[in-house]
């Protein structure tokens, strides 16, 4: 992505006028060139500021620019950040799985409740929706989730998104003493899973569920 992402920026002005747009450090937007992960945020602030496709940035399909891009962010309100929210189901279940990285809309936070109440950076976070019933009742099929994709360690008791097999799951998971994990449902239907602390390096955590939300249910 880097050698696209360098392509991008020189046809639009240089690294200190993209930044700029962008509402980025020059500095960090020089850490991305050198090839440290965008996470979806910042590959949209990045796409919009350079007038490239979005999903030619991400993965080099299709033209490097169009008419339009998958998803248009609309002007931010002031005192909100628009959020992306991508087409990746996140199975809290036995099935579903990852279905594109596309972004298919932008949600408007507050950002004083994203930085003083969840005490999360915008940058970081991306929303995705869940699907299945093994996290009910704390996640519902169909709820939003809020993922800080920052938070690639497991650290405590907390719901994480992992990708296994191709697919991404929600699951909370306990860290033992021994270096082991426990992948918990809140649904009682389903069985806790084990993982040795010798294969816990294996786990790939794309981030933590920080905040979930969907309608009232009776």
């Keep these: 992505m880097s050698l696209r992402l360098d392509q991008a920026i020189a046809q639009s002005g240089g690294p200190s006028a993209v930044a700029r747009r962008a509402e980025m450090y020059l500095g ?12 979806s945020s910042a590959l949209v602030s990045l796409a919009r500021a350079t007038g490239v496709r979005l999903e030619w940035l991400a ?14 962010a609309p002007a931010t309100p002031p005192g909100y950040v ?22 298919v ?14 005490r999360r950076a915008p940058q970081n976070l991306a929303l995705l929706t869940a699907s299945g019933d093994s996290m009910d ?20 008791s907390f719901i994480y998104v992992l990708a296994i097999g191709g697919g991404l799951l929600v699951k909370r998971i306990d860290l033992r003493r021994d270096g082991s994990v426990v992948l918990k449902s809140d649904n009682p239907k389903y069985d806790a899973e084990e993982v040795p602390a010798v294969e ?19």
């Design 59 to 72: 993965t080099g399909e299709g033209p490097m620019q169009g008419d339009s891009t998958p998803a248009e």
């Design 105 to 118: 809309d932008f949600i408007a936070f507050s950002e004083s409740f994203l930085k003083q109440t969840l």
């Design 28 to 39: 960090t937007l020089n850490r991305y060139r050198g090839g440290r992960e965008l996470p």
């Design 137 to 156: 009742p704390t996640i519902r099929d169909g709820d939003l989730l809020l993922v800080d994709t920052s938070a690639r360690r497991i650290e405590g």
């Design 200 to 218: 816990t390096p294996t786990l790939e955590v794309l981030g933590q569920v920080i905040w979930q939300g969907g309608p009232v249910r009776s």
């Design 82 to 103: 628009l959020l992306p929210l991508v087409e990746a189901r996140a199975a809290a279940g036995n099935n579903g799985g990852l279905r594109s990285d596309h972004l």
